[in-house]
C-alpha cells in the first residue's frame, strides 16, 4: 500500500521547505492518516474473521475427536462382548467333544 513520503513528513514536522502551504500539507497527512486507518480497519476485520474460521475448525474437529472416541468406546465393548461369546462357545465346543468321545468309546465297547 502507500506509505508515507519521508520528504512529506520533513516538511510537515520541520517546515523547512515551503513549496506547500501548511494547510495543504495538513490535508495530505489528514488523508495519509485516514487511508492507515482504512487499512487497519480491514486488516483487524480479516484477521477476527480468519479467528472465527480458525475456532469453527478447532470446534469441528473436537466434535469428530469426541465421535471418534465414542465409536472407539463402542468397539471396544463389542470386541469384549465377541471375546465373551468366543469363551462360551469353546466351552460348549469342549463339552461336544467330550460327549462325542464318550458317545464314540460307548459304540467300542
Do not use: W
Request: hydrophobic fraction near 40%.
Amino acid at each position: 500500500g502507500d506509505v508515507v513520503p519521508p520528504q512529506l513528513l520533513q516538511d510537515a514536522l520541520l517546515h523547512e521547505d515551503n513549496y506547500e502551504s501548511d494547510d495543504v500539507l495538513i490535508c495530505r497527512l489528514e488523508g495519509l492518516m485516514c487511508q492507515e486507518m482504512d487499512r487497519g480497519v480491514a486488516s483487524r476485520q480479516r484477521m477476527q474473521l480468519q479467528h472465527r474460521e480458525m475456532d469453527a475448525a478447532l470446534e469441528a474437529a473436537a466434535s469428530n475427536h469426541a465421535t471418534m472416541l465414542q465409536r472407539t468406546r463402542e468397539l471396544l465393548q463389542e470386541v469384549e462382548r465377541l471375546r465373551d461369546e468366543n469363551g462360551t462357545l469353546q466351552l460348549e465346543n469342549t463339552k461336544l467333544l467330550l460327549e462325542n468321545k464318550e458317545l464314540k468309546d460307548d459304540v467300542l465297547v
